[in-house]
Each structure stands twice: as C-alpha cells, then as structure tokens.
C-alpha cells in the first residue's frame, strides 16, 4: 500500500518542524544581515507597511549666545519607509511527499526537504530586493543607492581593496560591516588565495562556552574548513561570509554585498502555514504551504505595486531612498572571479 499524505503529515505538528527548520537554513538571518522589525509585522492585514521616521536637521555649529540674538531651529521633518508584504505558497502531491519521507521520522526528513526550498525561495526574494535597490552591475542609473555601489567599471578579483572601499562608502559607520554575501565563484577564488579563515558556528555567535576560549581562534588561511564539512563559519577580513550562487553574475562579473548588522529587517503578516486535502476520486493527498512576510532594506521605500513578483523586486524604478545615505548598511562591488 502506497504511503498517504495523511499518514506521515500532521499540519499541528509538521508545521513547527518546517518553520524550524527554515530558520535554521536562513544563511541572512544566521549571520545577524537579516532581523525582524516589529513594525513589519502587519498582523491586522494589508498590502504595504509604513515605518514613519523623523530627519532633524543637525548640521551646522553651535550658535553663539547673546542677549540681542535668538537661536535658529533646525527643522525636523517626517518621512517614511514603506515595505510590502509578499504573499506566497507551493502546493505538493503525495506522490512527491511519499518519496521525501526517509527513515524513523518521515515527517521530520519531508520537514527539512520543503524547508531547505522555502528558505531558498525566500532568500530569492530576499536577493531580487538588493537588485531592485542597486540596479545593474555595470550601470545602475536612477537606482536607489546607487552610491552605495562601486567598480562599476574596471573590476578586478574580491580582495581588502573593496573592503576598504566599501567601509569608506559608509564614512564613519564603516566599521559597522559585519558580513559580505558572494557568489560561490568569488568564494573559492578567495579559498584558493587563502584568503578565508575559519571560525566554528560557537564563535561566530560571539559564545565561548564550548570552548571556554577569550578569543576568536580562526584557522587563518587554510582551505581545510572548506571541504571538512565541520560546520565552521568562513570569514574575510573579519566579516562573516555568505555564499549564495542566487546572487547571479552578468557575464564575468559578480555582485558582492556588504552588511551592518540588520541591515535588512523582516515581519510576518502571517506565519507560515500548513494544510492538507484528499481528493478521494482521484485517490490523490496533497499538502500546501503559505507564508505571507516583509524583507525591507532599511532606508529604502517600496513603491505601488502590490504583492511584486521577484521580477517587479528587482525593477529599480520601485524603489527610493529616504535615508542619509552613510546610514543605509548595504554597500555593493562588482568583481570578477578566476572560477
């Protein structure tokens, strides 16, 4: 007898198993790029989310006190970010559900298989997002931070040169990058210049209590950690690496981008959820997943376009900037690879 959706799959207790587990695979959100934002939880509904902040105008010296003169106020002016909420879902039929179910927990091995492809999904949409806000790699006109970007032209291989740059882009919040996002390509091009250190997934959480160590002991320039398959967390140039080959090349050049710490912020409209049918005439299960959620680059403003698809993400003509520029912490690289 066939195995049944209805005999391996119980939404109350799957569902917590795949929001798990979809966590755990999130690379943005492991590294501290991505974190939730309690504004973009729009749990009451809707299509957009506004996040209202105030500008004060701070330039300018101190004024000089006199009793003849009074003080000039800056003015304080009020703006807004807007995110949109992406409402998305995958239906799946027990014959494909049936050959992921493996082993002495079936609904844990379905579990880490659909997690494995929400959390790449989402991470496209994720990606699409960065697309939208810098354009092209090679001319990126109009786009939203696009001077937050550089090496347009004359690129070369990753290397402290754009590090350096991409600090210098932020002025002096340069020093909050914490993480740089690669193509696989750009990544084992650093492997093979042993340019990468390697730190274990306790370290990399700033804990020390399995080793008891005051330090970061990294294992500088090995390429051991990159096929050991031990867990540890590749580095460069103290910024925590996420490799990710979604973030697609334009012919031999490849986007790289660096992070502040939440430089993208995340809500729920509604957490994900799971649902199961039979179709008794056709003898068929099927189970469907749904999840409605926000990635927003901070400092920017979505446009008009309700529930974009990942094409409409990447269009920069959706996308503004409403933050000072060295306080927005994405900055973006074009280099090339000899992969």
Same mark, same amino acid.
């Given at each position: 007898?066939?195995?049944?959706?209805?005999?391996?799959?119980?939404?109350?207790?799957?569902?917590?198993?795949?929001?798990?587990?979809?966590?755990?695979?999130?690379?943005?959100?492991?590294?501290?790029?991505?974190?939730?934002?309690?504004?973009?939880?729009?749990?009451?509904?809707?299509?957009?989310?506004?996040?209202?902040?105030?500008?004060?105008?701070?330039?300018?010296?101190?004024?000089?006190?006199?009793?003849?003169?009074?003080?000039?106020?800056?003015?304080?002016?009020?703006?807004?970010?807007?995110?949109?909420?992406?409402?998305?879902?995958?239906?799946?039929?027990?014959?494909?559900?049936?050959?992921?179910?493996?082993?002495?927990?079936?609904?844990?091995?379905?579990?880490?298989?659909?997690?494995?492809?929400?959390?790449?999904?989402?991470?496209?949409?994720?990606?699409?997002?960065?697309?939208?806000?810098?354009?092209?790699?090679?001319?990126?006109?109009?786009?939203?931070?696009?001077? $937050? /970007?550089?090496?347009? #032209? @004359?690129?070369?291989?990753?290397?402290?040169?754009?590090?350096?740059? =991409?600090? &210098?882009?932020? *002025?002096?919040?340069?020093?909050?990058?914490?993480?740089?996002?690669?193509?696989?390509?750009?990544?084992?091009?650093?492997?093979?210049?042993?340019?990468?250190?390697?730190?274990?997934?306790?370290?990399?959480? $700033? /804990?020390?209590?399995? #080793? @008891?160590?005051?330090?970061?002991?990294?294992?500088?320039?090995?390429? =051991?950690? &990159?096929?050991? *398959?031990?867990?540890?967390?590749?580095?460069?140039?103290?910024?925590?690496?996420?490799?990710?080959?979604?973030?697609?090349?334009?012919?031999?050049?490849?986007?790289?981008?660096?992070?502040?710490?939440?430089?993208?912020?995340?809500?729920?409209?509604?957490?994900?959820?799971?649902?199961?049918?039979?179709?008794?005439? =056709?003898?068929?299960?099927?189970?469907?997943?749904?999840?409605?959620?926000?990635?927003?680059?901070?400092?920017?403003?979505?446009?008009?376009?309700?529930?974009?698809?990942?094409?409409?993400?990447?269009?920069?003509?959706?996308?503004?900037?409403?933050?000072?520029?060295?306080?927005?912490?994405?900055?973006?690289?074009?280099?090339?690879?000899?992969?």
């Amino acid at each position: 007898m066939a195995t049944l959706r209805s005999d391996i799959i119980v939404p109350e207790i799957f569902t917590p198993y795949l929001i798990e587990a979809t966590t755990q695979r999130d690379a943005f959100l492991s590294s501290g790029v991505v974190q939730p934002m309690a504004e973009l939880d729009a749990s009451e509904g809707g299509d957009f989310i506004n996040v209202p902040f105030f500008s004060a105008n701070l330039s300018g010296d101190f004024e000089v006190l006199t009793d003849s003169s009074s003080l000039t106020p800056g003015k304080i002016t009020a703006n807004k970010q807007v995110g949109v909420v992406l409402h998305r879902g995958r239906a799946f039929e027990s014959r494909d559900l049936a050959a992921l179910a493996a082993g002495a927990d079936p609904m844990a091995a379905i579990a880490t298989k659909v997690a494995a492809y929400v959390a790449n999904q989402r991470q496209k949409d994720l990606i699409k997002c960065l697309e939208g806000v810098f354009g092209g790699l090679t001319s990126n006109t109009g786009a939203a931070f696009i001077d $937050l /970007s550089f090496d347009k #032209t @004359g690129q070369t291989a990753l290397g402290p040169r754009q590090v350096a740059k =991409a600090r &210098a882009l932020l *002025g002096d919040q340069g020093d909050k990058l914490t993480a740089v996002a690669m193509h696989s390509a750009v990544y084992y091009d650093l492997v093979e210049r042993k340019a990468i250190d390697y730190i274990t997934n306790t370290e990399a959480r $700033l /804990s020390t209590a399995a #080793t @008891g160590a005051s330090t970061i002991n990294a294992i500088a320039g090995s390429i =051991a950690s &990159a096929y050991a *398959g031990d867990n540890s967390v590749p580095t460069f140039m103290g910024l925590r690496v996420i490799v990710s080959d979604d973030l697609a090349p334009t012919s031999t050049n490849y986007p790289v981008y660096f992070f502040t710490a939440g430089a993208i912020a995340s809500g729920e409209q509604m957490a994900l959820r799971t649902e199961t049918d039979r179709d008794i005439l =056709a003898k068929s299960d099927a189970m469907a997943i749904d999840l409605h959620y926000c990635y927003h680059p901070i400092g920017a403003r979505w446009g008009t376009t309700v529930n974009p698809t990942q094409a409409q993400l990447a269009t920069i003509g959706n996308w503004t900037k409403v933050y000072e520029t060295k306080n927005i912490g994405i900055v973006r690289a074009t280099c090339t690879s000899n992969y």
